[in-house]
């Protein structure tokens, strides 16, 4: 089966930066995705990983190491609207397997 | 672009009847569109992949009389719950993939809250 593991909750305060974690052990690898989802909503794309290093795109950065099935989301400069469910998923032949979701919850 | 819509919203049914829920691809073409389910606090499972003009592809322990995918178009698919039962209420996100985008990227839709009483 696939098992993605992420952090469940994660709290931080406006203006500071937080990093989610994700591992991975997936039957394949095509690589791996970050949405943000706001309760009761679809989820909306953040990034896309697909060789080893950092993606930067404006306050959100994602990094990827293949070789430890590892990945993590950077959200720098929190503002309120941050608060959300943050997601990863990784692509496997034509599918997505997502982890559970890490709700951050934002404090002035 | 690549704007994804679900109908309806929110639909609240009784106890064995039947439910149809539509995904559209309002400004693309979507060669393959999914459907996920998503129970609260919980992650989204993928429940079966639809090709347009194919039968859809189920995933392991999802039953296909009970969940019927029907992609007639590149811009419509639809899943119907039959014989809905309170255990199947839950949070129905669909995605396509196609269009103008990278071949990697999923749009999803809003989502379909059903409740089953």
């Known amino acids: 089966g696939q098992n993605i593991d992420q952090p469940t909750e994660m709290t931080a305060t406006e203006g500071a930066i937080v990093q989610i974690n994700c591992t991975y052990q997936?039957?394949?690898?095509?690589?791996l995705f970050w949405y943000q989802q706001h309760a009761g909503e679809a989820p909306t794309f953040l990034s896309y990983?697909?060789?080893?290093g950092l993606e930067e795109k404006g306050r959100f950065s994602s990094f990827l190491s293949r070789s430890k099935g590892y990945s993590y989301l950077l959200l720098k400069e929190l503002q309120m609207k941050d608060s959300a469910s943050y997601l990863c998923?990784?692509?496997?032949?034509?599918?997505?397997?997502f982890g559970a979701g890490t709700t951050v919850t934002v404090r002035a | 672009g690549a704007v994804v819509s679900q109908h309806p919203s929110r639909v609240i049914c009784k106890s064995g009847t039947s439910v149809k829920i539509e995904c559209r691809s309002l400004?693309?073409?979507?060669?393959?569109m999914f459907w996920y389910r998503q129970f609260p606090k919980q992650s989204l499972m993928l429940m079966a992949t639809?090709?347009?003009?194919?039968?859809?592809?189920?995933e392991q322990g999802v039953e296909k009389d009970k969940f019927l995918i029907n992609h007639a178009s590149l811009t419509l698919s639809t899943l119907t719950v039959t014989s809905a039962h309170p255990e199947d209420s839950s949070f129905y996100i669909c995605?396509?993939?196609?269009?103008?985008?990278?071949?990697?990227?999923?749009?999803f839709g809003p989502g379909t809250r059903l409740t089953v009483t």
């Open positions: 995605s396509a993939r196609g269009g103008q985008g990278a071949a990697y990227e999923q749009y």
């Open positions: 997936t039957s394949g690898f095509n690589g």
């Open positions: 990983n697909v060789l080893d």
């Open positions: 998923a990784v692509k496997w032949d034509y599918k997505l397997s």
């Open positions: 400004d693309f073409q979507a060669t393959t």
């Open positions: 639809s090709n347009e003009g194919s039968k859809a592809t189920y």
